[in-house]
């Protein structure tokens, strides 16, 4: 059975950073791209950050480039986001998931393995 746990999520301030963890089980994902979305109250989920198969490149949304760095582990089964310069707007689920295919890609449907999330929020 495929899990993702996520962790590293809780309060912090504006400006401050925040590194989440997640990690994959129940079968290998060395050939898959992973990815990081989030969810703010009464708003559609949205695309963070994605890293690719190999961890050679990425993608992010022009909200947080420049102040995110999605990476992977040497495992390959487990993807971190460290996020900086942290701001309220950034207050969300941030749920991490595995796609169907190598590519660092953007597209939600395209991600079939999903964590239950991890809350951050940011104070002003």
């Known amino acids: 059975q495929v899990q993702l746990v996520e962790s590293g999520g809780g309060l912090v301030q504006a400006e401050g950073s925040l590194r989440l963890s997640c990690v994959a089980s129940?079968?290998?994902?060395?050939?898959?791209?992973m990815g990081w979305f989030r969810q703010a109250p009464g708003k559609e989920r949205e695309f963070v950050a994605a890293?690719?198969?190999?961890?050679?490149?990425?993608n992010y949304a022009n909200t947080v480039k420049g102040r995110f760095t999605i990476s992977r582990g040497n495992a390959k089964n487990t993807v971190y986001l460290q996020m900086d310069s942290l701001k309220p707007e950034d207050t969300a689920i941030y749920y991490c998931a595995v796609a169907n295919w190598g590519g660092a890609t953007m597209d939600r449907d395209e991600y079939d393995y999903w964590g239950q999330g991890t809350q951050v929020t940011v104070s002003s």
């Open positions: 890293v690719s198969w190999s961890g050679g490149s990425s």
């Open positions: 129940g079968r290998s994902f060395s050939t898959n791209a």
